[in-house]
Nanobody, 117 residues
Framework: QVQIVESGGGLVQPGESLRLSCAAS????????LGWYRQAPGTQRELVAF???????YYGDSVKGRFTISRGNTKSTVYLQMNDLKPEDTAVYYC???????????WGQGTQVTVSS
């Protein structure tokens, strides 16, 4: 059993910044990485960033140069620093965990990010 909790979403104007937090707990001894998906109303889910604790980091094309994923003091926590936010970044952001030996990822409940003037 793995639990994922996200936080840090909110309402900001274009050009402003937010930092999202993700914390994994429970049976995480085989945690391979933590990442973020987002989904806006009427759109397909989009992979935003992934921090593989083996040493690789992925960013979606739409956020490269603006978003940064980083690890906390332990590997059970990651952050997503989102700079120069745009209206098209508006979505529910979901943290997910990849566990070695388990095909299905674990997901959090999501945190709403709204970018609007």
């Amino acid at each position: 059993q793995v639990q994922i909790v996200e936080s840090g979403g909110g309402l900001v104007q274009p050009g402003e910044s937010l930092r999202l937090s993700c914390a994994a707990s429970g049976n995480i001894f085989a945690l391979n990485g933590l990442g973020w998906y987002r989904q806006a109303p009427g759109t397909q889910r989009e992979l935003v960033a992934f921090f593989n604790f083996g040493g690789t980091i992925y960013y979606g094309d739409s956020v490269k140069g603006r978003f940064t994923i980083s690890r906390g003091n332990t590997k059970s926590t990651v952050y997503l620093q989102m700079n120069d936010l745009k209206p098209e970044d508006t979505a529910v952001y979901y943290c997910f965990a990849q566990i070695e030996g388990i095909q299905n990822d674990y997901w959090g409940q999501g945190t709403q990010v709204t970018v609007s003037s």
